[in-house]
């Protein structure tokens, strides 16, 4: 067993690092204040190689591996949420689906452009009466001629508005016995004719990210664009769902280092009743909670990530990662507010918004609720998973770093 | 054009650092590049784009020099040398500028060589002006621009940063320039500079591979000490009006005798 990070994964962190504090600490407040997205966040990550960390080279990625890709979130989100909502959506909820489950075809025309940046991905499968309960969802492709026909609403769509491509959910068999059966996974470009979305403000957090809605009225996507097979909607949403987690697992754990480290420096200048407020017990519970949550979090994504370079099925080792940082990434971030005290409740300093984002990963991707009944399930054998047709592919450095 | 680079590893700028024992220490804080020595290998890769040639970066030190070694690998400079000696673990700023000098020398035919201003854990910010003065060379310190380099000529224009304002300053290569942040942020790494940075093998010698040795220490540190505690006390003036409250304040830094 080897806990330690190689060179390549260090230099990872510090050059997504340097990006992140560099580029976007500067004008994050301004962005979260007028619930914008900094216009540079979208080009620059795709310049930067970001957008396509883990994915081949051959796929126009960088060819690196699903660590680098928890690393890079977890840099990311210790700066801010919006800039690790990119990663979800764009790479860990899109961009993986199409090196998992797409054709040849389909990851030359998509995954080619989304990995080197020039196109920028979405996920679609919530829908304003849908959420925990996929299978409830109302939208649909109809088979017609060499064409499928969408209808029907997405909701809660990170990058809705910024995205050009877009991986819906929608049902082609209302007969199927089992509606999961009945859902099939497609790619949309998001320029076709009867394509509309919007943003949502006045969300508690993510403010200076973008999340909206689409909507699709009889919009025709070729019938090469189905991914998969038909049928296989749902479990091609939930194995995206595995890596979409993974990546907010990941950011998770940043954030708890961003309230950690914040609450560190404070306590460190901040005085009390003639000493500096660190040398309370008190505080210092609050500190030491913050140190075990971050490096449990640490543990049990990069275990995630390690399992799937090898290859191996990850769904309740994700899960798990998830539901454990996230719900510990909103306590941390209350900690650090009182240990702030009323400075922490101004945004004068970062730790409020902090607690405002940190709240919509325990809803979004699987709510906490969801994840404990995940574990219950595997704990007490109601739950299993069965091998899919198409896994994750494990990384293989020679694979990835060809041409 | 040869082009080289000099670059140390550091305490993070974020490390605390403090006096045990006598030691300097840092803790477990990571280490890094000088930040200053980043500029140093943006200006480099500037040059080697517009005039070709090649960029090389040396770094004396441990094991833990290999760091700020493949940092500016991955920043894209093509080759890597270490210069590894226990006997340099004392070494002051003309040690190693020795050392630096003997170093480029074995490479031979270099143009340019670049430092960053200074390293931010000595902060002496002699050591580019020292290894010019071994080399026999002129230094260019504090540079800000780069205005003019004709390598087929053999000639040189820039600009110096300088306390009264800014210098232009003409010469001939070979030199050796230190650069200040002026000069332009420096490139992030990129993921295939990473790729490539972290398979290299980067080659050690020793001093006697320069054909050299180790020269007693000019300067040592006998006694290094924290700097003494400082005690603030805050106190917030109120008043019930702004000219209330200034007269208080005023009054106060007369009495403190801070004007």
């Known amino acids: 067993m080897d806990f330690a990070l190689t060179d ?38 795709g310049e930067l190689g970001i957008l396509g960390i883990c994915l081949p080279v051959r796929y126009g990625g960088q060819g690196m591996d699903y660590i680098a890709l928890g690393l890079a979130c977890e840099e990311l989100e210790a700066v801010d949420s919006t800039l690790r909502v990119v990663m979800s959506v764009h790479v860990g909820l899109n961009s993986l689906a199409l090196l998992q489950w797409g054709t040849e075809e389909q990851k030359e025309q998509f995954l080619v452009p989304q990995s080197r940046g020039e196109k920028i991905a979405c996920f679609g499968l919530t829908e304003p009466g849908a959420g925990s309960d996929v299978a409830a969802m109302d939208s649909t492709a109809r088979l017609s001629g060499d064409k499928y026909i969408i209808n ?21 068999n ?10 099939s996974a497609f790619m949309v470009e998001l320029d076709q004719p009867g394509v509309s979305c919007g943003d949502i403000h006045g969300k508690l957090g993510v403010r200076a990210g973008s999340t909206g809605w689409l909507s699709f009225q009889d919009v025709e996507i070729p019938r090469q664009n189905l991914i998969g097979e038909e049928g296989e909607g749902f479990k091609i949403a939930m194995s995206c769902l595995d890596n979409g987690r993974y990546t907010v697992a990941a950011g998770a754990t940043g954030l708890i280092r961003a309230s950690l480290e914040a609450s560190i420096k404070y306590a460190g200048e901040r005085r009390a009743f003639g000493r500096e407020i660190g040398k309370f017990q008190l505080v210092q519970q609050k500190i030491a909670h913050m140190v075990k949550s971050y490096e449990a979090a640490q543990l049990l994504y990069l275990r995630a990530g390690w399992m799937k370079n090898q290859g191996v099925r990850n769904t309740r080792e994700t899960s798990l990662a998830k539901w454990f940082a996230t719900d510990a990434s909103f306590d941390a971030a209350s900690e650090a507010i009182q240990i702030h005290g009323a400075y922490g409740y101004s945004d004068e300093y970062d730790v409020e918004r902090y607690l405002r984002n940190a709240k919509g990963a325990i809803l979004y991707e699987g709510t906490s609720e969801i994840h404990q009944l995940m574990q219950a399930g595997f704990a007490l054998g109601y739950r299993d998973d069965v091998p899919l047709r198409c896994e994750l592919p ?9 041409e | 054009m040869k082009i080289i680079v000099c670059v140390k590893q550091v305490p993070d700028t974020a490390a605390k650092v403090v006096v045990e024992n006598g030691q300097v220490t840092w803790g477990d804080a990571p280490l890094v590049i000088n930040p200053w020595d980043e500029y140093a290998v943006e200006t480099a890769l500037l040059q080697q784009e517009a005039h070709g040639g090649d960029v090389t970066v040396i770094s004396v030190g441990g094991e833990e020099a290999k760091e700020a070694l493949k940092h500016a690998l991955a920043m894209g400079c093509g080759n890597a040398i270490q210069v590894s000696e226990p006997a340099l673990a004392n070494a002051d700023s003309l040690v190693t500028s020795q050392v630096l000098a003997a170093a480029i020398q074995k490479i031979g035919d270099v143009d340019m060589v670049f430092f960053g201003r200074q390293a931010i854990d000595g902060d002496v910010g002699v050591t580019a002006a020292q290894t010019a003065r071994v080399l026999g060379w002129p230094a260019y310190t504090l540079v800000s621009a780069i205005s003019e380099l004709d390598p087929g000529n053999g000639s040189i224009r820039v600009e110096r940063s300088v306390e009264e304002g800014r210098q232009v300053v003409e010469g001939k290569l070979p030199s050796v320039v230190s650069v200040v942040k002026d000069i332009g942020e420096p490139r992030y790494p990129s993921f295939m500079g990473i790729r490539k940075a972290s398979r290299a093998e980067i080659p050690i010698w020793s001093v006697a591979d320069l054909g050299t040795e180790v020269s007693d220490p000019v300067v040592t540190w006998p006694e290094i000490t924290n700097p003494p505690k400082q005690e603030v006390l805050t106190e917030i003036v109120s008043g019930d009006s702004s000219q209330e409250i200034a007269e208080t304040l005023a009054g106060k830094i007369l009495e403190e005798k801070v004007l």
């Open chain 1, 174 to 183: 209302p007969d199927a016995p089992d509606p999961h059966d009945g859902l």
């Open chain 1, 152 to 172: 029907g609403e997405k909701m809660w769509i990170s990058l809705a508005t910024m995205a050009d491509h877009a991986l819906i959910v929608a049902r082609t």
């Open chain 1, 8 to 45: 390549e994964h260090r230099m990872v962190q510090h050059m997504v690092k340097g990006f992140a504090q560099k580029e976007v600490t500067p004008i994050i407040k301004e962005y979260d204040r007028k619930q914008a997205m900094a216009p540079f966040v979208l080009p620059r990550m």
């Open chain 1, 394 to 402: 494990a990384f293989n450095v020679d694979a990835w770093r060809n």
